[in-house]
Nanobody, 118 residues
């Protein structure tokens, strides 16, 4: 299994920046992709960005040019650098990990809240 713990959420002013972190542990060698998903109040979860084992990245349109996903394998940590945060960005941000351990599985972190307000 893979365990995930997010951190780094908080309050930021419009136009500001924030970096989210997600520490992963457990069956790390079985992970083939990781990502960030966000969920605003009353809405469904939406993919923000993902990164594969070979460092290939993908971003949803609202994050292109503003968000950067990266991973530090030495620290077992996934990051989401968010710049130019807008009023439509506030959500609970979750990291997830897709891995194969006898079957395809997905683990989720507990989420971290991002608030954009002046």
């Amino acid at each position: 299994q893979v365990q995930l713990v997010e951190s780094g959420g908080g309050l930021v002013q419009p136009g500001g920046s924030l970096t989210l972190s997600c520490e992963y542990s457990g069956s790390i060698s079985t992970i083939y992709a990781m990502g960030w998903v966000r969920q605003a109040a009353g809405q469904q979860r939406v993919l923000v960005a993902r990164i594969t084992r070979n460092e290939s990245t993908r971003y949803e349109d609202f994050g292109k040019g503003r968000f950067t996903i990266s991973r530090d394998n030495a620290k077992n940590t996934l990051y989401l650098q968010m710049n130019s945060l807008q009023p439509e960005d506030p959500s609970v941000y979750y990291c997830n990990a897709a891995y194969f351990d006898r079957d395809f599985e997905v683990s989720w972190g507990q989420g971290t809240q991002v608030i954009v307000s002046s």
